[in-house]
Nanobody, 119 residues
């Protein structure tokens, strides 16, 4: 059974920083592309950033220059460094990953971690 578990969320003031982690566990053969998404109250889930297994990255325009996505393949963990946080960055942050097991290849999602930016 594959699990993705996010951590690192919390309450931070505008201009502050957080580092989110997403750890994958279970009977995993290969982890492909991974990504971070977020959902603000009353809004649809939106893409924040993605990273391929080779390390190529892509960011939403709203976070470019402020957020950095990275991964440690040996630890099966992905990170999102959030700097210069704005009120509009508030939301639940979810990670996902394309994972190959002995049974199937599919996209898995974590349960989410809350990020609240407030003064």
């Amino acid at each position: 059974q594959v699990q993705l578990v996010e951590s690192g969320g919390g309450l931070v003031q505008p201009g502050g920083s957080l580092r989110l982690s997403c750890a994958a566990s279970g009977s995993i053969s290969v982890i492909g592309a991974m990504g971070w998404y977020r959902q603000a109250p009353g809004e649809q889930r939106e893409l924040v950033a993605t990273i391929t297994s080779g390390g190529s990255t892509n960011y939403a325009d709203s976070v470019k220059g402020r957020f950095t996505i990275s991964r440690d393949n040996a630890r099966r963990t992905m990170y999102l460094q959030l700097n210069s946080l704005l009120l509009k960055d508030t939301g639940v942050y979810y990670c996902n990953a394309d994972i190959l097991t002995v049974v199937q290849f599919r996209t898995y999602w974590g349960q989410g971690t809350q990020v609240t930016v407030s003064s």
